[in-house]
């Protein structure tokens, strides 16, 4: 029987309706009737369909970005209620791939179609990550893993395109190394003055050797027009990585830093400026941002915030690095307060980096740590008095211990539910446990030498979940049993900065290197790579657990922006 013209136009109608409704991948009953607001195709002539595509879709005049990933058939669908009606920019990450200029109309009542056509682009080293690089060279991972430092300011791709000789690197790390570390290339600050190294102390080791400057002017174009090896990618998405929604939300502030990240019990989002003395609130149903401005301790010395803590009032606490300080803000009459911390012995300029907060409740201390000094210092919040009593970690290791050989910088401090603090050392390969009643300082070595351990998480069960940013690993250390266990990313050199354990029992972790979030099961040990829509200089981690599935949150440190990462499945 041949259908009526009518009868056509129902059954066509029908069609687009249904794939408008299932064509988003759901997750949880309150999404299973999500209504698609664009949907569409990526495919190029070297491939057809393609999956792990990034399509990423920006209203004109908006702050907000939304990102989604194409499916294994290259399909790829935006939910109707993360797009508003107007006009849309399209653009897409790939690597090997470009994409001209998509512009298109969106409503707010109607599904969208857009197709993308690919094309292979003509300049595959502008797309790399620093980890790309970092496989593509020639060497060890010994002589690779120094570079992992120059991340914190640049890419190292600005090594690889340099043309300097083993001699001009050396005279590049004199001059950077005076550079502060809250800073960018368009926005340098300078470190403030070191005294001379006292009688009896070692002198500030240098970052590379001689043999190190040597090794980046073999693998950079101080020799040859073209690097002569091949370029090296990672995998596109694929399966569960695929099924993810990115939003990305841009500050006002061109050259912001957002350092950390938290969420508030009532969902407003807080970070802190790496760069600059200001705390800023986002509330990401909106996009609107609100930036509050700290008092410069010290004028004239570099400017920026390092680590921020909710307290149990929800007051927000950040280290406020070489300004020397601590800041307390009341989230009810958005007021600082701010400690500013005695000069050293030495002379030395304090360096407020990390922050504990565990002992707010038990005898209204807050523990501020000098990780270059090897010092940490307590203050009382209430008297706002500094103790006479300095906790100095690295004082007392036996001259004939294997750590007396070994440099040591704690990078974080974490405290369990005994309070006793754990210090991870970020220039070896130890945990250092603080007891809380006798300051005794116990060291615990991590399965893989030199792992670098940077930031940390203490769980509900005092197991302490640290990055692993030298050994390319997610590490667990249980206070408990005192026994590690560890898991190796997927991806080389992904310089994992943090890690935290949700509610679900997944571990989160992302690469300083890689522009990639990984959640792990650490019981059966799957790891699934989230690509990120652009580049992201990742730091701190922090999973909200009141979402419904938990949603990620971490600061572009490098890209004036925050990005929030909710997995659907």
């Not at 090794?215 to 090896?229: D, E, F, K, V």
Request: proline share 7%; aromatic share 10%.
């Amino acid at each position: 029987m041949v259908p009526t013209i009518r009868a056509a136009r129902f059954f066509a109608a029908l069609s687009a309706l249904l794939s408008a409704v299932f064509f988003f991948p759901c997750f949880g009953n309150a999404q299973k009737a999500s209504v698609a607001g664009l949907i569409g195709l990526v495919s190029s002539q070297e491939e057809g369909r393609m999956e792990g595509v990034l399509v990423s879709a920006k209203r004109d005049g908006s702050t907000i970005t939304t990102t989604v990933v194409s499916d294994s058939q290259g399909r790829f669908s935006f939910p109707r209620n993360r797009l508003e009606g107007g006009e849309y920019s399209l653009t897409i990450r790939a690597t090997g791939y470009e994409m001209d200029p998509v512009k298109l109309h969106l409503t707010s009542s109607k599904t969208a179609t857009a197709d993308l056509k690919l094309h292979k682009t003509q300049n595959l080293s502008a797309q790399l990550t620093s980890a790309e690089w970092l496989m593509s060279a020639p060497g060890t991972d010994e002589q690779k893993n120094v570079l992992l430092g120059c991340v914190i300011c640049h890419t190292v791709e600005r090594i690889f395109r340099s043309h300097h000789s083993a001699d001009e690197f050396a005279q590049v790390r004199q001059r950077m190394g005076t550079y502060y570390e809250g800073t960018l290339p368009e926005r340098p600050q300078l470190n403030p003055p070191r005294p001379a190294p006292v009688a009896g102390t070692p002198p500030i080791p240098s970052r590379f050797t001689p043999a190190e400057f040597q090794y980046m002017s073999t693998i950079n174009l101080s020799s040859a027009p073209q690097w002569q090896y091949p370029l090296k990618t990672t995998p596109r998405p694929t399966g569960k990585a695929t099924r993810v929604i990115f939003t990305q939300y841009d500050l006002p502030r061109k050259f912001a830093m957002p350092h950390d990240v938290v969420v508030g019990s009532d969902g407003m989002v807080w970070y802190s400026d790496h760069a600059q003395q200001y705390l800023g609130r986002l509330d990401p149903k909106t996009g609107a941002v609100v930036e509050y401005p700290l008092p410069v301790l010290k004028p004239g010395i570099a400017t920026g915030l390092h680590f921020l803590e909710l307290d149990p009032d929800g007051n927000l606490w950040m280290s406020m690095g070489v300004q020397g300080g601590v800041a307390r803000f009341d989230r009810k009459t958005q007021q600082f307060q701010t400690w500013k911390m005695p000069i050293s012995r030495e002379g030395e300029y304090p360096n407020a980096f990390t922050l504990l907060l565990g002992y707010l409740t038990v005898d209204g201390k807050v523990w501020l740590g000098e990780p270059a000094a090897g010092r940490i210092q307590r203050l009382d919040a209430h008297s706002g008095e500094w103790d006479r009593e300095i906790i100095q970690p690295y004082r007392d290791i036996p001259k004939d211990s294997p750590m007396a050989a070994q440099s040591h910088l704690f990078y974080d401090t974490y405290a369990d539910s005994r309070k006793n603090v754990y210090l991870t050392d970020i220039s070896s390969g130890y945990i250092e446990k603080i007891d809380a009643k006798t300051l005794k300082v116990t060291a615990y070595q991590t399965p893989t030498p030199d792992s670098g351990p940077r930031r940390a998480h203490m769980d509900k069960q005092d197991r302490l979940w640290f990055g692993e940013y030298s050994g390319n690993k997610i590490g667990m250390f249980d206070t408990k049993t005192e026994q590690f266990q560890e898991w190796e990313l997927p991806t080389p050199f992904s310089g994992p900065y943090d890690a935290v354990l949700d509610k679900d029992g997944y571990v989160w972790t992302g690469g300083m290197t890689t522009d990639r979030v990984t959640r792990l099961n650490p019981k059966t040990g799957e790891m699934v790579d989230y690509l990120l829509p652009r580049r992201t200089n990742i730091r701190r981690v922090e999973v909200d657990n009141s979402a419904n599935p938990v949603a990620f949150w971490v600061g572009d440190n490098h890209g004036s922006s925050i990005l929030k990462l909710e997995p659907l499945q």
